[in-house]
């Protein structure tokens, strides 16, 4: 079993046209059920063409009606991302996945504030994962978005972080020790962003086939404590928690827009320890999450 995605997932590209978007669709195209998987792709101006057999429509809401795709991928540029996030909630999709950089603040401020009061009014929740995010993956399943498929193993630990690449470096030390994952997300690093830590691990922990969770934290805000106090009081799986940026001087903003520390109880110090309260496993050196995942399981 798996979270958010499964290999009956049907996938819709938005951006399938562009450099990006044609190299990542292909990539996870060929990743396990990837062919079943990605199932068509949106570009106004190209409706009726195709992308290596997958069909292009001018709207996300045609290609989900002709398809019968549920998840949409983002690939379009930092200028019309927000656009497109708001065109996969107008579908009524139940996820889109933005994987776009970039994206200006004031765009996201203004499509978040939409898609809550749409839902305030009744209309259908789609969730968003990212921008700014690596996508997430059912080993042997399905991949959507820029993870390489190869270093996943399917198994039973779930894998939630903030950066790209330490979710790679966590799912490969896993991979290491022989212990598979249930789903690895990468949430992405905005300030403005979808699904948060909180909610991640709301769902691993209710996965009856995730057995244990690593959660990866980077400086700024206040999401990873958040979500270690919800741990302490409901989560029944045991957690290795790592917080990128201990070293990281205060007030200076440090690669993802998101983390930008102001000295309080947003520096990674201060993360880990609130993540040691709620009973985490924690380590300050991210070459340790495997090993210590090995040894709670």
């Not at 994952?181 to 979808?194: E, F, K, L, R, T």
Request: aromatic share 4%; hydrophobic share 40%.
């Amino acid at each position: 079993m798996s979270i958010l995605i499964d290999k009956n997932t049907r996938v819709i590209t938005q951006g399938i046209t562009g450099k990006t978007g044609q190299f990542h669709t292909r990539m996870c195209r060929d990743y396990a059920n990837g062919r079943e998987c990605f199932v068509a792709g949106v570009n106004p101006k190209k409706a009726g063409e195709d992308f290596e057999g997958i069909p292009i429509f001018a709207t996300v809401r045609e290609a989900a009606q002709s398809t019968g795709a549920t998840v949409s991928v983002i690939y379009v540029p930092p200028a019309g991302a927000a656009a497109a996030i708001w065109e996969a909630v107008e579908a009524e999709l139940d996820l889109a996945i933005c994987i776009t950089e970039g994206i200006p603040v004031r765009d996201m401020l203004e499509v978040r504030s939409r898609m809550r009061r749409r839902e305030a009014a009744g209309g259908k929740k789609t969730l968003l994962l990212g921008p700014n995010c690596p996508g997430l993956i059912t080993p042997d399943e399905i991949k959507i978005g820029i993870m390489p498929g190869h270093i996943h193993r399917k198994g039973r630990i779930g894998v939630v972080s903030r950066s790209g690449t330490l979710t790679y470096e966590a799912v490969a030390q896993l991979s290491d020790v022989g212990l598979g994952q249930s789903s690895a997300v990468g949430i992405g690093g905005d300030p403005i962003n979808g699904l948060k830590h909180i909610d991640i691990m709301k769902l691993f922990n209710d996965d009856p086939n995730t057995d244990a969770v690593v959660m990866i934290g980077e400086i700024g805000g206040s999401d990873e404590a958040e979500a270690a106090r919800w741990c302490k009081a409901n989560m029944t799986k045991p957690i290795v928690g790592f917080i990128a940026g201990v070293t990281a001087p205060p007030g200076k903003r440090m690669g993802h827009a998101g983390a930008l520390i102001s000295g309080g109880a947003d520096t990674a110090d201060a993360k880990l320890a609130v993540m040691e309260e709620c009973g985490f496993t924690v380590t300050r050196n991210p070459s340790e999450m495997g090993r210590l995942m090995k040894a709670l399981v």
